[in-house]
């Protein structure tokens, strides 16, 4: 892919491209957000070096996307951004250092997600993307065969009897704000991309079990399909400098934030595009078990 707005850099063989040219905090045409949305869909994450841009600015670069989401269904935003999930690492026990793709256990998950770089470690602290089209596309024959016929249920709960394990106080305090609300939701193991036709496996780490299937089965399925996300091949390592952004296609990757970094300072701060309602190959969509996260995607509940 080209554009006659910015220079693209691919990084990896498989996942992400750096955008070259392009001042976030400016006015943006709608044609170069057009190839930029383009970029996106096909490199999957791609990534803005050293911006000078603000939360506001942030937010606002979002809204060319699409619908900007509160900042979290669950966990609290910032009083004065109610769209931007602060994650400052040096206040906060949370790390996001499991492969999930982002807040999943709703009915309507983030079309994508923009992160920006306020204060990053010397040492540590990068992030991987996986692609998940790239690792549908690795399965064997009649491993995919099984893989398009699967759903499975995301929630945010914990499963506690998994960690059998004294927690830190502030560990089960941050859990219970996360979990505060429950949400469950049924998505299929094998989502249609709405804008490139393409499949990819959409699990990740708020799956919880496949319905029809015992809760060991289950394991052992969805290890195995998430083996093919993680392989090295299908995967980009981000070291992040202050001021990067990061916009990934919540539909198509996974991430894994590497806490690596010990008690380094790490600060940088989300914000997310409202979503479609996930769509498997037969063409039913997901469908809410628990939980209305209407007030999350800022439409309005279903009467009831």
Same mark, same amino acid.
């Given at each position: 892919m080209?554009?006659?707005?910015?220079?693209?850099?691919?990084?990896?063989?498989?996942?992400?491209?750096?955008?070259?040219?392009?001042?976030?905090?400016?006015?943006?045409s709608?044609?170069?957000?057009?190839?930029?949305?383009?970029?996106?869909?096909k490199?999957?994450?791609?990534?803005?070096?050293?911006?000078?841009?603000?939360?506001?600015?942030?937010?606002?670069?979002?809204?060319?996307?699409?619908?900007?989401?509160?900042a979290?269904p669950?966990?609290?935003?910032?009083?004065?951004?109610?769209?931007?999930?602060?994650?400052?690492?040096?206040?906060?026990v949370?790390?996001?250092?499991?492969?999930?793709?982002?807040?999943?256990?709703?009915?309507r998950?983030?079309?994508?997600?923009?992160?920006?770089?306020l204060?990053?470690?010397?040492?540590?602290?990068?992030?991987?993307?996986?692609?998940?089209?790239?690792?549908?596309?690795?399965?064997?024959?009649?491993?995919?065969? #099984?893989?398009?016929?699967?759903w499975?249920?995301?929630?945010? /709960?914990?499963?506690? /009897?998994? /960690?059998? #394990?004294?927690?830190?106080?502030?560990?089960?305090?941050?859990?219970?704000?996360?979990?505060?609300?429950?949400?469950?939701?049924?998505?299929?193991?094998?989502? #249609?991309?709405?804008?490139s036709?393409?499949?990819?496996?959409?699990?990740?780490?708020?799956?919880?079990?496949?319905?029809?299937?015992?809760?060991?089965?289950?394991?052992?399925?969805?290890?195995?399909?998430?083996?093919?996300v993680?392989?090295?091949?299908?995967?980009?390592?981000?070291?992040?400098k202050?001021?990067?952004?990061?916009?990934?296609?919540?539909?198509?990757?996974?991430?894994?934030?590497?806490?690596?970094?010990?008690?380094?300072?790490r600060?940088?701060?989300?914000?997310?595009?409202?979503g479609?309602?996930?769509?498997?190959?037969?063409?039913?969509?997901?469908?809410?078990?628990?939980?209305?996260?209407? /007030?999350?995607?800022?439409?309005?509940?279903?009467?009831?």
């Amino acid at each position: 892919m080209s554009s006659q707005y910015f220079d693209i850099k691919p990084i990896a063989g498989r996942i992400g491209a750096k955008i070259i040219g392009v001042d976030l905090s400016h006015n943006l045409s709608d044609e170069i957000i057009s190839d930029i949305r383009k970029a996106l869909v096909k490199y999957k994450v791609i990534f803005f070096r050293e911006q000078n841009l603000d939360a506001q600015g942030q937010v606002a670069f979002a809204r060319r996307f699409g619908e900007v989401t509160t900042a979290h269904p669950t966990v609290p935003s910032l009083p004065e951004n109610p769209e931007v999930l602060d994650l400052n690492y040096g206040r906060t026990v949370s790390r996001a250092n499991t492969w999930h793709t982002d807040v999943t256990f709703v009915d309507r998950p983030p079309l994508g997600s923009i992160l920006r770089a306020l204060v990053i470690p010397p040492s540590g602290g990068d992030t991987i993307w996986g692609n998940s089209v790239t690792a549908y596309e690795d399965l064997p024959i009649p491993l995919r065969n #099984i893989a398009d016929q699967l759903w499975a249920v995301h929630s945010n /709960a914990y499963d506690y /009897a998994a /960690a059998a #394990i004294d927690l830190p106080e502030e560990v089960l305090a941050h859990r219970a704000v996360f979990t505060s609300t429950l949400y469950e939701t049924l998505h299929p193991v094998v989502r #249609i991309h709405p804008e490139s036709g393409e499949r990819g496996l959409f699990i990740g780490g708020f799956v919880r079990r496949i319905r029809g299937l015992s809760q060991n089965e289950s394991d052992e399925i969805i290890k195995l399909l998430q083996a093919y996300v993680t392989r090295p091949e299908n995967t980009i390592r981000w070291r992040w400098k202050v001021g990067d952004v990061a916009f990934w296609d919540n539909r198509a990757t996974q991430h894994y934030a590497i806490a690596d970094y010990g008690n380094q300072p790490r600060h940088v701060q989300r914000v997310t595009i409202v979503g479609d309602i996930p769509v498997g190959i037969d063409g039913k969509q997901s469908e809410a078990i628990k939980g209305d996260s209407s /007030a999350y995607n800022r439409r309005e509940p279903a009467l009831v």
